[in-house]
């Protein structure tokens, strides 16, 4: 099967019981044994559950992976790849990556005696000069937040590989849908649900993805003891969204094509961060190695912060919302949004100017979110 279809397919044969085309939801937090002789497949809703079981099957499937585990939150299958480390080893991340992984590695690890350092994922032969003899795992994501820069996922693996690092990617931003990086060689790709695979902002979700038993037993253990599960109906919502997750895509790629090639000819734009520009710095590995473009995009009002955040606030299709991958058109200010824990400082060093805005391009009329851009930046320098 390929990839529309198994979004479609996989694991969601008739209900046995009523042949009911949507699987029931089993909106039960147990589940009754039979004899003591027998376990039953499930029989308590923080080790597993059917609507679980089946997003789970899906997932793995558009990840080309062999399982997946599902979590409560982005952050907590996050958390849980990052606790294969133990006190006394070294974390080598990205340093452009998103701000609650940074978070947790800044703030948290350092607590649990795990040392962390940055290298850049656009330079693999950076690994080479930030390696440490403890160094276990490295983490990165790629196109990076907010500045939407590509960097070649098979060439860091490679690197990585010949340190025999546990290499961990977000694949939040592109969806499997454009890009599945366990075909890179990564060892487990982490997803926040929340974003396209359920795609219509009503869910907080995770996933990790994996074709490593080892890897996934520790997953599964991890969430069966910590208990950072998704409800049964987040789940159930989230597989009436990856249902969609092929053709909502197409539309988020094609509209933010437009809406990107619109603002880069716009005289109060002053750049416009989209790797589906032939300007973008990363516009060729991007084409080489994604099925897409994406629906993320960024730019720089060329004027004043607060011309930026009079933008932000002044648009009427794109709501001023924090999140991405839902099917409306969002816009967000970092400095006070998606990036508010850094210093201002910190953003600079990380491309984040405070003229900078991000927008998320749903599948709106693309006509509509140009002219609406439009009118946001003519009331912001009038
Ligand atoms: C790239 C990326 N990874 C992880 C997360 C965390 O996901 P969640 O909010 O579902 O915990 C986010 C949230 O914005 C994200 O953008």
């Not at 609650?100 to 800044?106: K, L, N, P």
């Not at 690994?127 to 820069?149: C, H, Y």
């Not at 795609?199 to 991890?222: C, K, P, R």
Request: with cysteine.
């Amino acid at each position: 099967m390929r990839f529309a279809t198994k979004a479609l397919r996989v694991g969601q044969d008739l209900d046995p019981q009523f042949k009911s085309v949507i699987p029931p939801l089993y909106q039960s937090a147990t589940f009754g044994w039979e004899d003591l002789d027998t376990q039953p497949p499930f029989d308590y809703t923080r080790c597993g559950n059917p609507n679980r079981n089946t997003l789970e099957q899906v997932i793995a499937s558009l990840e080309n992976g062999s399982r997946c585990v599902l979590f409560s939150s982005g952050m907590a299958a996050i958390v849980c790849a990052l606790d294969l480390m133990q006190h006394g080893d070294h974390l080598l991340m990205a340093g452009d990556i998103y701000g609650g992984t940074f978070r947790v590695a800044e703030k948290h690890l350092p607590r649990h005696g795990i040392q962390v350092s940055e290298f850049c994922a656009h330079n693999p032969l950076s690994i080479n000069d930030a390696v440490q003899p403890n160094t276990k795992m490295l983490i990165f994501e790629t196109p990076t937040n907010p500045n939407l820069r590509v960097s070649d996922i098979a060439g860091v693996v490679k690197v990585a590989k010949q340190h025999g690092l546990t290499v961990v990617f977000d694949n939040t931003f592109a969806s499997p849908a454009l890009q599945n990086p366990l075909d890179h060689g990564v060892d487990i790709v982490a997803h926040s649900t929340t974003k396209y695979i359920s795609g219509h902002s009503d869910v907080i979700g995770g996933a990790l993805v994996t074709n490593d038993d080892a890897l996934h037993e520790h997953a599964f253990e991890w969430n069966k003891a910590v208990g950072a599960v998704p409800s049964p109906f987040d789940c159930w919502l989230s597989l009436r969204g990856v249902k969609t997750l092929a053709c909502r895509m197409e539309k988020h790629c094609k509209n933010a094509q437009a809406v990107a090639e619109f603002l880069e000819e716009h005289p109060r734009v002053a750049r416009v961060h989209y790797p589906g520009l032939p300007t973008h710095p990363d516009h060729r590995v991007a084409q080489r190695q994604m099925r897409g473009f994406g629906g993320m995009l960024a730019f720089e009002v060329d004027g004043s912060a607060e011309q930026a955040k009079r933008v932000a606030e002044s648009t009427k299709v794109f709501l001023l919302a924090e999140s991405l991958g839902g099917v409306e058109s969002l816009i967000g200010y970092p400095p006070v949004m998606s990036h508010a824990t850094m210093t201002e400082e910190q953003r600079l060093g990380k491309g984040i100017p405070p003229t900078l805005l991000r927008a998320s391009v749903g599948i709106e009329d693309s006509q509509d979110l140009i002219e609406d851009i439009d009118q946001a930046l003519q009331s912001a320098f009038a």
